[in-house]
């Protein structure tokens, strides 16, 4: 079946560094695929999308490169603020299908 | 995009009682999703509801459990019966998103049974 995996956390990081957050995926088919991120106390926001290969999913500085040959989607920020801080979900939906979600890496950006 | 309306956010239980959890959509919607988060541990599915019929629920997961009910297409309502330890978890309810694609959550529901 579909599985996503995320690198395992938590990423701590400076504030302005650059953030990588890994995600590999399995598929039958030709999935879309998805970010969230879950800022403390509150649930899960879309934070970017891409539907097909090699398109680039972008928001609030983050990006992320549907890479079907590497089976990736990649989250990069170039400057990560404090208020970046959150758990970061990347998850997968083939057609209609419910989504099949990672195990989430949690992000602290220090001052 | 929906806007759900979550509650309680937080609860603390006895072992052995039930607590029910609200979703509030502020638009009408044919599913609701019920997902439990365990702590470090991805999003699991509980069940699908759909108004006006049972809810469909994922292998591990039974109705006398985790009744749900959806009495019309902007609520429904999961319940987390006879409690243990084990239960404690992030519930969250979803819908799908209207047209941009991907889901919207509610936010969560933080459940500890001592």
């Known amino acids: 079946g579909d599985s996503v995996t995320q690198m395992e956390g938590p990423v701590t990081l400076s504030e302005e560094a650059c953030l990588t957050i890994?995600?590999?995926?399995?598929?039958?088919?030709?999935?879309?695929l998805f970010w969230y991120v879950q800022y403390p106390g509150e649930g899960l926001q879309l934070l970017l999308k891409?539907?097909?290969?090699?398109d680039k999913g972008s928001n609030k500085g983050f990006e992320a490169t549907y890479r079907k040959e590497t089976t990736s989607f990649h989250l990069e920020k170039g400057s990560v603020q404090v208020s970046d801080s959150a758990v970061y979900f990347c998850a997968l939906s083939e057609g209609s299908y419910i989504p099949t979600f990672g195990r989430g890496t949690s992000l602290i950006v220090h001052p | 995009s929906a806007v759900i309306s979550q509650k309680p956010s937080r609860d603390i239980c006895q072992r052995g009682t039930s607590l029910t959890i609200q979703c509030q959509v502020d638009?009408?919607?044919?599913?609701m999703f019920w997902y439990r988060q365990q702590p470090g541990q991805s999003l699991t599915l509980i069940a699908t509801a759909n108004q006006g019929s049972e809810a469909t629920y994922e292998s591990g997961f039974v109705i006398d459990k985790f009744p749900i009910s959806r009495p019309n297409l902007t609520f429904s309502t999961l319940t987390v019966s006879n409690m243990s330890p084990e239960d404690s978890s992030i519930y969250l309810c979803?819908?799908?998103?209207?047209?941009?694609?991907?889901?919207?959550f509610g936010s969560g529901t933080r459940l500890t049974v001592v």
């Open positions: 890994n995600c590999t995926y399995t598929a039958t088919g030709y999935p879309s």
């Open positions: 979803s819908v799908e998103g209207q047209g941009a694609g991907g889901y919207t």
């Open positions: 638009s009408q919607v044919t599913m």
């Open positions: 891409a539907t097909k290969a090699d």
